[in-house]
């Protein structure tokens, strides 16, 4: 990074921290601090609940699943415009009505303090393991590519977010993430037309897609009803409207940015905006993966994205093996270029059909690199393997031996091991490696701002959210004294505070999944499904009491727990089932305890 990254860099970020801090200061009251003074015009709203589900991870974990699967991911986003819907007509006209400061206080108003109580603590375990890991994502990226210490990084980030969130409460998230949205926008917009630039001049944006699809890039609507699959249109459909309906409806980090508007009617042009705009923005994010994709395939890119991996594996005695991969990935370069090229100047199923073949051989090469380096960082891991090629090698010799499928089976485990690890695992390297070798002095600065901003306006509504639920339905509800606004103003400032600390931590003792984005869906599909199904008994089930659904609420979280753990759903599905399971089990209940009573 030269000084103008530099420059670009700490001046945004400053600017952002400065401006939040200074134009919110001085909130006295709950209603000001938690609410945002109720002020919040439509687009405010709107570019509030964008900015907050746009973490880090969306720009650099989404161009790297286009950037490796192609656009099909966009799919999980179709629930959005859905769920979108339903909230302007049931959610947001009832907690307007009820003036509330937070979605669980309605909870104790129709069922009892314990089913609000345990409904706010999933909220808690899910929104602080994320607001950790949104913190994480950006800085264990940053720290493996630019060499910057992680926990430093951790500790800046969290820090630059706590001093606005608890000086400005909610108010001061909202005006922040104004100021980041449209520094995300004209980075993300940057990077699509200078990529586009990059590109040979005789391919154009059309023979770019020409290519990716070739490579089965452009894929973008699967119809199938293989539940194998995670990404179809009927996974985002159904299991993405259930997780958007409940993660807008009931989480209180997207609930208290529509709750700080001036009125019912700002509140649903806000989320209204946010459902149509959500969809079209992640589908863009993807095409700069995919415009990525097609720089690469003119332009030599690394078996590993991770430079660290590759020079402990060049320094191990696998490096024989890795170069001798490396050269093979070169002289594979080549030829995809040379039918690249082809492609655009004629479009024909021959090149096509040529072009996904070598692709294939590419993503053999990079499967066989991560092997290579996993080996080379974890010398238990290649025992291990060794021992079990050798078994298998001695049973081929008897195919029928009744143990060789177990231990094909555990090898192949292994293979899949090597991929998922934080150290071989390089999808959400791809676009910060792109950015630092390629782009230009100055817009570098500006995308490492848009993805610190996006790690800073994610977090502060993760822990002014975190806040809020612990100073309001946990703290507020069990004082037995009264206490005047400004002592809850106080103590929301110092649980900000605390959760701040505790995300922080949290991020410094994180470790990477498969895919970063699918990791935070995950942490949520686990819980949202079971909260929104309490949300949905609460409007719709009026003859059930709080004791049925406090008792199926934990009946729902330990079964759709153990669903997840053993993998019998894609993750998605989990929010349908969490749903329907905890309506199934309190109507149950509360049927049983009749005939008893």
């Known amino acids: 990074m030269e000084l103008t990254d530099w420059i670009v860099l700490i001046g945004t970020l400053a600017a952002i921290v400065g401006y939040g801090t200074w134009k919110t200061r001085g909130s006295k009251s709950a ?7 109720n002020s919040s015009k439509w687009w405010t709203i709107g570019l509030s609940v964008m900015a907050t589900q746009a973490s880090a991870i969306t720009f650099l974990s989404t161009t790297g699943q286009a950037f490796s699967d192609g656009m099909g991911f966009v799919q999980f986003y179709f629930g959005v415009p859905i769920a979108m819907v339903i909230i302007c007509m049931v959610f947001i006209p009832l907690y307007h009505k009820l003036k509330v400061y937070t979605a669980y206080e309605f909870l104790e108003n129709r069922f009892d303090l314990k089913t609000r109580s345990l ?37 800046i980030i969290g820090v630059l977010v706590i001093i606005y969130t608890v000086s400005g409460g909610t108010k001061a998230v909202s005006v922040t993430q104004k100021q980041q949205m449209f520094i995300i926008f004209a980075g993300m917009f940057a990077a699509f037309f200078i990529t586009l630039n990059l590109i040979p001049e005789n391919i154009g944006f059309t023979k770019a897609l020409d290519i990716a699809g070739a490579s089965g890039k452009m894929n973008v609507l699967d119809f199938s009803f293989d539940l194998e699959n995670r990404y179809t249109i009927w996974t985002g459909l159904i299991g993405g409207s259930f997780l958007a309906l409940s993660y807008f409806g009931t989480d209180q980090s997207q609930v208290q940015r529509y709750l700080s508007g001036k009125s019912v009617k700002e509140m649903r042009w806000g989320m209204m905006f946010n459902g149509l705009l959500k969809v079209p923005m992640q589908f863009f994010i993807l095409l700069v993966g995919i415009m990525v994709f097609v720089f690469y395939q003119f332009n030599p890119a690394p078996l590993n994205f991770i430079e660290s991996s590759t020079e402990k594996v060049k320094a191990s005695e696998y490096s024989e093996e890795y170069d001798a991969l490396d050269k093979k990935q070169k002289i594979l370069f080549n030829e995809k270029k040379a039918v690249s090229l082809q492609l655009a100047q004629s479009y024909n199923e021959a090149d096509k059909q040529n072009l996904l073949r070598l692709d294939s051989i590419e993503k053999t090469y990079r499967a066989e690199a991560k092997y290579l380096i996993k080996r080379a960082i974890d ?17 081929k010799g008897n195919p029928n031996n009744p143990n060789y499928e177990e231990k094909s089976a555990e090898l192949t485990q292994l293979y899949k091991d090597a991929a998922k690890d934080s150290e071989t695992n390089d999808r959400d390297y791809m676009f910060i490696s792109f950015i630092l070798k390629h782009l230009p002095n100055g817009l570098i600065g500006l ?56 995300a922080i931590i949290i991020a410094c003792f994180a470790s990477l999944a498969e895919n970063l984005i699918q990791l935070v869906n995950i942490i949520g599909s686990i819980f949202y499904g079971n909260v929104l199904g309490i949300f949905l008994l609460a409007f719709f089930f009026k003859k059930i009491k709080g004791n049925a659904v406090f008792v199926a ?22 929010n349908l089932f969490g749903c329907v399971l905890v309506i199934i089990i309190a109507t149950i209940i509360q049927s049983t305890q009749k005939k008893v009573a």
């Open 31 to 37: 209603e000001d601090y938690i609410k945002g003074g």
């Open 119 to 155: 409904t706010a603590i999933l909220f808690l375990i899910q929104r602080g393991l994320a607001a950790g890991i949104t913190i994480f994502a950006p800085a264990i990226i940053l720290s493996v590519v630019l060499g910057w210490n992680l926990v430093t990084l951790n500790i």
């Open 379 to 395: 010398p238990e891991y290649a025992e291990q393997f060794d021992q079990l090629s050798q078994e298998i090698s001695k049973m």
């Open 447 to 502: 995308l490492l701002a848009v993805i610190l901003s996006a790690a800073m306006s994610s977090t502060a509504s993760e822990i002014n959210a975190l806040a809020t639920i612990t100073s309001m339905d946990l703290y507020k509800r069990n004082v037995k004294e009264e206490k005047d606004d400004a002592h809850y103003v106080n103590a929301t400032k110092m649980f900000t505070l605390g959760w701040g600390i505790l």
């Open 553 to 574: 609420a934990l009946i729902t979280q330990i079964a759709v727990v153990v669903v997840w753990w053993i993998d019998l759903m894609p993750y998605l599905w989990l």
